[in-house]
T-cell receptor, first 111, second 113 residues
Framework: SQTIHQWPATLVQPVGSPLSLECTVE??????LYWYRQAAGRGLQLLFY??????ISSEVPQNLSASRPQDRQFILSSKKLLLSDSGFYLC??????????FGSGTRLTVV | SQQGEEDPQALSIQEGENATMNCSYK?????LQWYRQNSGRGLVHLIL?????REKHSGRLRVTLDTSKKSSSLLITASRAADTASYFC?????????????FGKGTHLIIQP
């Protein structure tokens, strides 16, 4: 069966520090991969999506970047975090036009 | 920008009652999906309804879709305390590719025992 792993679960980082969140999928190949951010009391905002290795599409300009070094690995990064980067980050995968499977999320607090 | 807008933003009912949540969207869709999110957790896919479908059932869940009104509803029958969560609708647009779902802001449902 397919599983998705996302870590860490919580992270507290100082302003100006770098960020690396990792997401891996098991049990499937060539998945579509996504990074979403959820601000408190709001819906999910799509940040990046990827349909294949090295293929990254960005939905909104921001202080973040994404990479897909392997078929089932998706990484969200920042060189210098801002206070506004705080939020709940969710990784997800899908195949075709089907339901998405989400990871358990990372609560990022920038202080 | 947000595509789906859930209504109401919050809903509190007694255990055993039915809960109805609505979603409106703005553009053409390929399908519409409903997700549940328990506090501080990831989202769980509940049900997907395609643009050519009008109603779909899954256990205690019933989803309707009216593409002429660009709206959908999620009905949870015989609610339980464990149904307490936030519920989101998400639309998959008609554009090609895997460019992500667009989520609403969600309805926070509280089931009182």
């Amino acid at each position: 069966s397919q599983t998705i792993h996302q870590w860490p679960a919580t992270l507290v980082q100082p302003v100006g520090s770098p960020l690396s969140l990792e997401c891996t999928v098991e049990g499937t190949s060539n998945p579509n991969l996504y990074w979403y951010r959820q601000a408190a009391g709001r819906g999910l905002q799509l940040l990046f999506y990827s349909v294949g290795i090295g293929q990254i599409s960005s939905e909104v300009p921001q202080n973040l970047s994404a990479s897909r070094p392997q078929d089932r690995q998706f990484i969200l990064s920042s060189k210098k975090l801002l206070l506004s980067d705080s939020g709940f980050y969710l990784c997800a995968w899908s195949r075709g036009r089907s339901g998405y499977t989400f990871g358990s999320g990372t609560r990022l607090t920038v202080v | 920008s947000q595509q789906g807008e859930e209504d109401p933003q919050a809903l509190s009912i007694q255990e055993g009652e039915n809960a109805t949540m609505n979603c409106s969207y703005k553009t053409s869709i390929n399908n519409l999906q409903w997700y549940r999110q328990n506090s501080g957790r990831g989202l769980v896919h509940l049900i997907l309804i395609r643009s050519n479908e009008r109603e779909k059932h899954s256990g205690r869940l019933r989803v309707t879709l009216d593409t002429s009104k660009k709206s959908s509803s999620l009905l949870i029958t015989a609610s339980r305390a464990a149904d307490t969560a936030s519920y989101f609708c998400a639309t998959d647009g008609t554009g090609g590719g895997a460019d992500g779902l667009t989520f609403g802001k969600g309805t926070h449902l509280i089931i009182q025992p």
